[in-house]
């Protein structure tokens, strides 16, 4: 009874993803890479394996999980993490639905496009408490502003909700749409733009894209979201099932203990982190550690020291996103994130 039952969830769950637009699609090289990393497929057979799920390779963002990960700080509350780099950046909030991963990373516009579906997982934390999402196109493209991109192809690394957010920075410039060629590249943003498959890039952020495109010596023009109109957002939190915390509410009091443990010391020791980030068996392969280094540092004064989440500013997100056609119900704060998880200051 109780398998039959997670199968019928699991479908459930399905159906309400696809309804939010969640692609299901990866290239054999993703799928490959994944099924060579993974442990065995009971991943929360024990309460105490956690899996992660992160936003795409293991980065900057996540230092904080790594360092707690390479400091022993989970196996000082009884945790044995696993962090994974998923087959596609819209992945992560589908496994942690389906309980495939007990956490999973994603952006808070994410949190309330599967809410407003009635998709059962709630933020416990942030990450990155500030948008660091950005429009980038080259200098050498010679397009001038928004209106430019008029008949221009755009590539987004494929996350739903970010389609209707470029919809509406588009209409700074007088255009929709159908005014562009959209496409999914996945986590090739930076190539897609080098090589010319795409004239901008949107969905990637200023501190990581933006500075590797720098660093490469490709003079991009960054357009950061809230320049465009973009209210203020959490860019990455930390979810979890709803079933999920009130099953075990302690694991989740512990894996936020070892998260800010594990800030923290990013924080206090940018070397360490810069190291960590470099050495992760996860991480990009196509980016030099020159180019990592950048990136954390870039990275970490943007990361939160607490993991506590602004609840007027996500109310006011939520709104704006009823407002924009991008969710069809506004889901209450306490459905999208709750801080009651989090270690004392």
């Known amino acids: 009874m109780k398998i039959v039952c997670w199968i ?8 309400l993803l696809a309804g939010c637009g969640e692609q299901t699609t990866e290239s054999p090289a993703q799928a490959k890479r994944v099924a060579a990393k993974a442990p065995p497929k009971k991943r929360l057979a024990v309460p105490q394996e956690v899996w992660v799920s992160v936003e795409g390779w293991e980065g900057p963002a996540d230092v904080g999980l790594l360092m707690a990960e390479k400091r022993g700080y989970f196996r000082d509350v009884g945790i044995n993490i696993w962090i994974g780099a998923p087959a596609g950046p819209s992945r992560p909030l589908r496994y942690v639905a389906e309980g495939s991963d007990y956490f999973g990373v994603v952006q808070q516009p994410q949190v309330a496009i599967a809410q407003a579906k009635g998709v059962p997982v709630v ?11 950005s429009l ?17 192809t755009i590539a987004i690394p494929g996350v739903p909700f970010q389609k209707a957010l470029l919809e509406s920075v588009l209409e700074k410039g007088g255009l929709s749409l159908k005014d562009v060629h959209v496409k999914r590249v996945g986590y090739e943003l930076v190539d897609a733009l080098v090589s010319g498959k795409a004239d901008a890039i949107f969905g990637g952020s200023w501190n990581l894209e933006g500075r590797e495109l720098e660093l490469r010596g490709a003079e991009p023009v960054v357009k950061r979201v ?11 939190v930390l979810i979890a099932r709803t079933q ?11 894996f936020m203990t070892a998260v800010k443990r594990g800030t923290e010391a990013a924080l206090s020791n940018p070397q360490a982190a810069i190291k960590t980030v470099q050495e992760t068996g996860e991480g990009d392969p196509g980016l030099s550690d020159k180019v990592v280094a950048a990136e954390v540092r870039a990275t970490l004064p943007l990361l939160s020291a607490t993991g506590d989440m602004d609840s007027s500013q996500a109310d006011s997100l939520v709104e704006w996103m009823s407002d924009q056609g991008m969710i069809q119900r506004e889901p209450s704060v306490s459905e999208l994130l709750t801080n009651e998880f ?3 200051p």
């Open 342 to 344: 989090l270690a004392s």
């Open 123 to 133: 933020a416990v934390g942030s990450v990155v408490p500030q948008a660091t999402a």
């Open 8 to 15: 019928t969830t699991g479908l459930l769950v399905a159906s």
């Open 226 to 236: 809230q320049d465009l109109g973009v209210p203020a957002y959490e860019e990455l």
């Open 136 to 152: 980038i196109w080259l200098k050498r493209s010679k397009i001038g502003d928004i209106s430019g991109l008029r008949g221009k």
């Open 244 to 254: 999920s915390l009130e099953e075990d509410p302690q694991l989740t009091r512990d």
